[in-house]
Nanobody, 122 residues
Framework: QVQLVESGGGLVQPGGSLRLSCAAS????????IGWFRQAPGKEREGVSC????????YYADSVKGRFTISRDNAKNTVFLQMNDLKPEDTAVYYC???????????????WGQGTQVTVSS
């Protein structure tokens, strides 16, 4: 059983930065694609950024390209999401998930963290 724990969310002003972390535990973690997803109030959960098992393939939603960077440290079983130039529309609960195909589709993911709130407001 894979367990995922997110951290690093918070309140930030527009234009600010946050770094989210996803600490993973369980067997065969090196084989899993892992991604970040978000859900804003009244909206469907969407894929933000995903990274392949060895970090060679990256996916970014159009809305975050050029602002967010995903990375993983397999030695530490941790995936990061560096978020720069944050905008109010980035406000959402951010979830870490694993077990999908790497296409960053929420309905394909198997394991989910509990989520961390990101609020971008002045």
């Amino acid at each position: 059983q894979v367990q995922l724990v997110e951290s690093g969310g918070g309140l930030v002003q527009p234009g600010g930065s946050l770094r989210l972390s996803c600490a993973a535990s369980g067997p065969f973690l090196d084989y899993y694609h892992i991604g970040w997803f978000r859900q804003a109030p009244g909206k469907e959960r969407e894929g933000v950024s995903c990274i392949s098992s060895r970090g060679r393939e990256l996916y970014y939603a159009d809305s975050v390209k050029g602002r967010f960077t995903i990375s993983r440290d397999n030695a530490k079983n941790t995936v990061f999401l560096q978020m720069n130039d944050l905008k109010p529309e980035d406000t959402a609960v951010y979830y870490c998930a694993a077990g999908g195909s790497g296409a960053c589709r929420p309905n394909e993911e198997v394991y989910w963290g509990q989520g961390t709130q990101v609020t971008v407001s002045s």
